[in-house]
């Protein structure tokens, strides 16, 4: 167990590395560095003064001597201005060039700064991850136990009435993506023309206070695509497990139909779910980029569309590192899960 | 012009489905709930040998449920009828169903036709034993439908890009201000915020997603098997590099993965070019492949057959990589592709790049699947047999476990087309690739969105729209599930 875990963190890294190297690559493409150039100079810039901008923040080096900076196993870029002071990406406003390190990058815990937000990467990515967990909080929360029941009533009794409304109902919810049902949320529930007015159309207030009012939508519009899925892939286990011998033994001594649900069939059936539910994660990731967009409610996901807009490279690598890391880890856990949940896999 | 409402002179119908409706919503939640509550069926033997069935009450509850819904169903063919029979004066519903005559007309043709010859038409004819198969393959027709004669101009009242004058935001039903001669009266679904037609851009939306979706999860496919396969068939160091780069690509949101790749400077630096270049190469291998394992020991018959096929598809590939007579033509240097009098087609850069990240973002999948099957029906008897007999390993891939594994493949391939679709409105609302003013629906949905407070019509068609046409062929592949498994 120990070296599967080791050999998956080794995987876990180099996919890491690979992945950062490639939106490094894509971020560093000279017509996206120009447009950097122009979007923190202004929008006239020549062609002459885009180059003189790059060639000071050190972005026209080789790319991958760049991604050594980055990682902090290369000494970073400094340039010397014409009247002899000293600028770089590890001297932080305030500081001279002495006191401030050679190496600054990943390794050394400096994760740059952001040209977008003008505020250091770090503080960027912790604050509107801390928005964006409280969000997921909550949509896990409605999800999953909804997700469960549904799938557990629906393959109980495979075909009966229950079964056929409920599978519809979810594969209704899988066909409606985020924009879909969100937009549709927002016109029913919160416009004038409709006049229902139930909930507030934006989330925009629920950053910093959080009611039913204006934070149960966009947890609804993500939960409820992720929500048929699982109930389906519950539905389809619980079926199974449903047909199982033991299960028609136990009908066969008499045990009553909701005993052999609670404790027969359930423990079993809830093993694929839980695999589902954490490789759910980097959907939900999706989800929460357009919901946050629709909401206006500034998570990590709008962070993503803002750093993406206006290409700023520094706050885009961490945001897929953090993605990247969201995702792999997600799937360590499901096959450590797994293994832990099903004896006969452990055994073989 | 009056404005018009939504149904006109056969208002008279709104109760009668309110009441239809009502009734089979009521008679689904009884149904659930006897379902739970009441004891499962007993069958009770009688003396003369027939069959009696104790519980009355769930036959009564299924009969009314199937009574209700049969009512419901009728009422809206008909308002469908009177619509296309009496036009505008059948308001909005009428004048729309009228505009739909073609898609109507096909439709009836094609079931008609498939359900007469459904016992000759193999896993398509089956589809039409299955109910859920058949509303699902119906909205997925439907929506089919609609894009071709919205392409040739049949349905659509209005140019979608056409701007009116005192249109902008304007209800359904609207009437024009300055009728002209030829112009249709009315804004059936009302004018966005740039006073277009609602209507005749959510109809030229079909016509993009009906083009783009399905092409592109088939160059999908074909990347996914023809690196699945002997990924799956032959494993070892080849499986471990194929699945890293598969999980690689994986791991990356998709969303991140859009905003990087499709953005005019990206466009600019023809990357998108070279991935084009290399996706769109697998189908060429995978056919030479395909027929070479074959007919490779009936070399008179194989080479012309080689040469014919493989000529038209590279001819077709070097059109479809090459613009204006290049490959790649960026500032700094350009590669010479197919000169323009020989070129077919030219796909704009736009289009090309959300063509080719779809296919980038869906290979993946595909490949984990057929790799998946690939490793399951490796350890068969047939293959063994194959083996033994000697044939080569592509021709087992190809002719034995390719055809053994396309029940589940044909069910993906539904389902993926439907996420596609829901990409391609991702992209379309975050405003990526496509242009501005395109009718497609993520698009419409982005810019109706903004005003959705007080305007709800333009955003809601499109948002209707993609959600019927997913959950057509989410439908559609359950339906082909089920029927496959049957056998």
């Known amino acids: 167990m120990g070296l599967f875990i080791l050999k998956r963190v080794g995987i876990m890294l180099l996919t890491a590395l690979c992945l950062t190297f490639l939106v490094f690559f894509l971020t560093n493409l000279y017509p996206n560095l120009e447009k950097l150039a122009k979007t923190q100079g202004n929008f006239r810039m020549s062609d002459e003064q885009v180059e003189s901008y790059l060639e000071k923040n050190g972005y026209l080096q080789a790319t991958p001597i760049k991604y050594g900076e980055w990682l902090g196993i290369l000494p970073s870029y400094r340039h010397t201005n014409e009247d002899g002071t000293v600028q770089g990406r590890c001297i932080l406003p305030g500081k001279t060039a002495e006191e401030s390190p050679k190496f600054c990058g990943i390794l050394q815990g400096y994760w740059g700064y952001s040209t977008v937000f003008k505020e250091e990467v770090s503080t960027v990515v912790g604050t509107r991850l801390g928005l964006t967990g409280r969000l997921m909080f909550w949509v896990m929360l409605l999800m999953v136990p909804s997700a469960l029941i549904l799938g557990i009533l629906a393959g109980m009794r495979e075909g009966s009435a229950t079964d056929r409304t409920l599978s519809t109902f ?4 899988t066909a409606t993506p985020e924009y879909v049902s969100g937009v549709i949320f927002i016109a029913i529930f919160t416009s004038s023309a409709v006049g229902l007015k139930w909930f507030k159309g934006t989330a925009t207030q629920a950053m910093e206070n959080p009611t039913f009012e204006n934070f149960f ?20 286990s619980m079926t199974e497990v449903m047909t199982a011998q033991y299960i028609r033994t136990a009908r066969l001594k008499g045990v009553s139909f909701p005993n052999i649900v609670m404790k027969h069939a359930l423990r079993n059936a809830l093993i694929a779910p839980f695999t589902v539910i954490m490789l759910q994660f980097p959907w939900l990731l999706n989800g929460v980029v357009i919901v946050e967009t629709l909401f206006n409610y500034k998570g990590f996901g709008w962070a993503l569309v803002q750093a993406a807009g206006n290409n700023d490279i520094q706050l885009l690598l961490a945001i897929s590192v953090v993605s990247v890391f969201v995702v792999l880890v997600t799937q360590l856990i499901s096959d450590i899960g797994y293994v832990y949940l099903n004896p006969r896999i452990r055994i073989s | 012009m009056e404005p018009l409402s939504w149904t006109g ?27 739970i509550v009441l004891p499962e069926d007993q069958m009770i033997v009688n003396a003369d040998g027939t069959l009696t069935s104790s519980s009355s009450i769930r036959i009564l509850i299924q009969t009314a449920l199937r009574y209700s819904f049969l009512a419901s169903v009728g009422v809206l063919v008909a308002y469908v009828v009177l619509g296309i029979a009496m036009g505008t004066s059948a308001g909005i519903i009428g004048a729309i169903s009228q505009q739909f005559l073609p898609v109507w007309l096909s439709l009836i043709i094609l079931y008609a036709m498939s359900i007469a010859f459904k016992r000759k038409l193999g896993l398509y004819g089956k589809l039409f034993d299955s109910p859920i198969g058949m509303i699902g393959f119906g909205l997925v027709m439907f929506w089919v439908f609609t894009g071709i004669f919205g392409a040739l101009d049949l349905i659509v009242t209005h140019d979608p890009l056409t701007q009116v004058s005192g249109m902008k935001n304007k209800v359904p039903g609207t009437p024009l201000p300055n009728l002209e001669d030829g112009q249709y009266a009315w804004y059936l679904l009302g004018g966005d915020n740039l ?14 997603v009906v083009q783009i979706a399905p092409l592109a999860t088939m160059f999908a496919f074909m990347v996914g098997i023809t690196l699945g396969l002997p990924a799956g068939y032959y494993g070892g160091r080849l499986d471990t590099l194929l699945s890293f780069l598969a999980n690689l690509i994986l791991a990356f949101p998709v969303i991140l993965l859009f905003y990087l790749l499709v953005t ?42 080689l040469i014919g096929v493989l000529g038209v598809a590279i001819w077709l590939y070097l059109s479809l990589i090459s613009t204006g007579g290049y490959i790649i033509n960026t500032d700094s240097y350009r590669i010479w592709g197919l000169p323009t009098y020989l070129d077919l087609f030219d796909i704009p850069g736009g289009i090309l790049v959300v063509f080719v990240s779809v296919v980038f973002v869906n290979s993946p999948t595909v490949f984990r699947i057929v790799r998946g099957l690939a490793l399951d029906i490796k350890t068969r008897d047939y293959v063994a047999a194959a083996q033994t007999r000697g044939e080569g390993p592509w021709y087992i891939m190809l002719w034995e476990i390719l055809p053994n594994a396309r029940g589940p493949l044909i069910v993906d391939f539904c389902l993926r087309i439907g996420y596609t679709t829901i990409l391609l409105g991702t992209l379309g ?4 690739g496509l242009p501005p003013e395109s009718p497609d629906w993520g698009s419409t949905i982005n810019e109706g969105r903004k005003l959705l407070s007080i305007y709800l019509h ?18 559609l592949a359950d339906g082909l599930r089920e029927e496959s498994l049957k056998d």
């Open chain 2, 458 to 475: 333009p955003a809601l068609p499109p948002a209707l729209a993609l959600l019927s046409l997913v959950l057509g062929l989410n439908l």
């Open chain 2, 429 to 432: 609302f975050f405003g990526l």
């Open chain 2, 264 to 305: 005019p400077e990206i466009v600019a630096t023809g990357v998108p070019n070279y991935m084009a270049a290399i996706l769109f190469v697998f189908p060429i291998i995978f056919l030479g492949v395909l027929l070479n394992s074959r007919y490779y020991t009936r070399p008179n018959f194989r080479t012309p057959l």
């Open chain 1, 217 to 236: 939508l966009p947890v609804l519009t993500i939960a409820l695509y992720g929500m048929g899925y699982i109930a389906r892939m519950t539905r389809a």
């Open chain 2, 195 to 208: 006073a277009r037609d609602v209507f005749s851009r959510m109809v030229k939306g079909a016509w993009i």
């Open chain 1, 170 to 173: 979810a594969i209704t919810t």
């Open chain 2, 9 to 35: 002179s056969i208002a008279f119908l709104n109760p009668i489905l309110a009441i239809a409706l009502g009734l089979m919503v009521l008679s689904i939640i009884v149904w659930m709930l006897a379902s």
